[in-house]
């Protein structure tokens, strides 16, 4: 048998005008597979988007900043 949970939550703010936007999300991730624990783990993404002018936008994304033990299932980007 198999139990999955999958928590997602973000966050995002415009700073300088708009210019400038930060978003944060969390992930919590619970994996079990025939009672053996696969992955339980919390994980952290976060992005900027730098708009420099009205019809330019610049984006930059990290994901999985924190893995723990867990590398093989959420590779750091």
Not at 17 to 32: A, K, M, T
Not at 46 to 71: C, E, T
Request: charged share 15%; hydrophobic share 45%.
């Amino acid at each position: 048998t198999e139990h999955l949970i999958h928590l997602r939550f973000g966050v995002a703010v415009p700073l300088a005008n708009d210019v400038i936007s930060l978003g944060v999300s969390g992930v919590y991730s619970h994996i079990l597979h025939n009672g053996d624990k696969l992955l339980g783990q919390f994980t952290l993404d976060a992005g900027v988007i730098v708009r420099p002018l009205s019809w330019l936008s610049i984006g930059f994304s990290a994901q999985n900043l924190i893995v723990g033990d867990y590398k093989m299932f959420m590779p750091p980007d």
